[in-house]
């Protein structure tokens, strides 16, 4: 009896677009693609389906969610701030093919996108997102705040530092430049956004997640 295929993966932006039985036949396709648009479903129908469609009719969007949270840690959380931006990367493999994005965490707009880049990992990317978010707000004179699920990006931004394991090679090298970018933007500007860490538990996925998990 032959096995059968867990996911299957629409390629909706790429070098050709369409539905891939396998990671490394979507990687193919996504590789050294600007802004590529992808996403895996349960069932081929179901990826078939979507490649009718839009990619953002796909791609972050919630499931229905529900809260373990007792009404009183609920009530003690509140409501996230919608005059903010939300931030998110995601990453296949650790390390593995990463991207990262911003929305506007009301109307779910997407206000920029990086990747993917052939080889990241998703602290990098978190990293990068809430930097690339911050230049973007201050290049604006917004006052909004910005939303990630990352701790650990948070401290990286807090410290002025990229404390990737992740060594640098040919591979990666336009990311390592990314980085360096970041770090020089964190290190010559003052900024005055609010950096507030998304409520996963109580508020489910951030609204820039990219809806790949």
């Known amino acids: 009896m032959s096995k059968k295929k867990s996911k299957y993966y ?45 990619c953002f009719d796909y791609v972050g969007k919630n499931k229905a969610f529900k809260s373990d949270l007792s009404p009183e840690q609920l009530k003690k959380i509140g409501q996230p701030n919608l005059n903010s931006i939300s931030v998110d990367a995601a990453s296949r493999g650790n390390p593995g093919v990463m991207e990262y ?28 997102a809430i930097v690339h978010g911050l230049a ?28 990737t394991k992740l060594e640098r090679n040919a591979k990666n090298d336009t990311l390592f430049q990314l980085i360096e970018r970041a770090l020089d933007w964190l ?16 508020w489910g996925e951030i609204p820039a997640d990219f809806g790949r998990k």
Not at 105 to 128: A, C, D, H, S, Y
Not at 148 to 161: E, F, I, P
Not at 187 to 201: G, M, Q, S
């Open 101 to 128: 994005r911003g929305v506007d965490t009301k109307t779910k707009k997407q206000l920029f996108i990086q990747g993917p880049f052939e080889e990241g990992t998703n602290n990098i990317g978190e990293f990068l």
């Open 136 to 163: 973007l707000l201050k290049k604006n004179n917004s006052n909004r705040i910005l939303y990630t699920d990352s701790r650990t990006a948070m401290s990286w931004v807090r410290k002025k530092t990229c404390n």
């Open 187 to 202: 290190k010559n500007n003052t900024y005055k956004t609010v950096i507030v860490k998304w409520e996963t538990k109580a």
């Open 10 to 54: 629409t390629v909706w932006k790429g070098h050709k677009s369409g539905v891939y039985e396998s990671w490394n036949d979507c990687k193919a396709q996504i590789k050294d693609f600007p802004n590529a648009q992808y996403k895996s479903f349960a069932t081929f129908d179901a990826a078939k389906q979507a490649l009718k469609g839009n």
